[in-house]
């Protein structure tokens, strides 16, 4: 069979579901700035893709809630930056082209 693995096989077992259960309980909200809702996800901030070692590595762990999750984390791993857009109606993150200095 060719495709992905499944969650399991990418390391998203029982052991992963404790130490998320324990992440989320220790840090239950969000932490994207000036987010208030509660974090279900817990992201790894830095890709690993299948590196035991990243994958582990509590430091990078960030809790999130479904939007930034399901949203921006996935636009900054796919794209490198996210979409989101402040209230001035200018995109907030930094790596997005409009910030970059050698695009103005």
């Known amino acids: 069979m060719t495709g992905r693995p499944s969650a399991a096989q990418r390391g998203y077992d029982a052991r992963w579901r404790r130490a998320r259960e324990a ?7 969000c932490t994207e700035p000036g987010c208030l809702r509660p974090a279900c996800h817990v992201h790894h901030g830095t890709r690993h893709r299948g590196d ?21 984390a996935q636009q900054r791993e796919t794209r490198g930056y996210s979409n989101r857009l402040g209230s001035d109606g200018l995109p907030v993150d930094p790596n997005h082209p409009f910030n970059r200095a050698e695009v103005r």
């Open 23 to 29: 992440h989320l309980r220790a840090n239950p909200t």
């Open 52 to 72: 035991g070692a990243k994958f582990w590595d509590r430091s990078t762990w960030r809790g999130l809630c479904a939007e930034h999750h399901n949203r921006d």
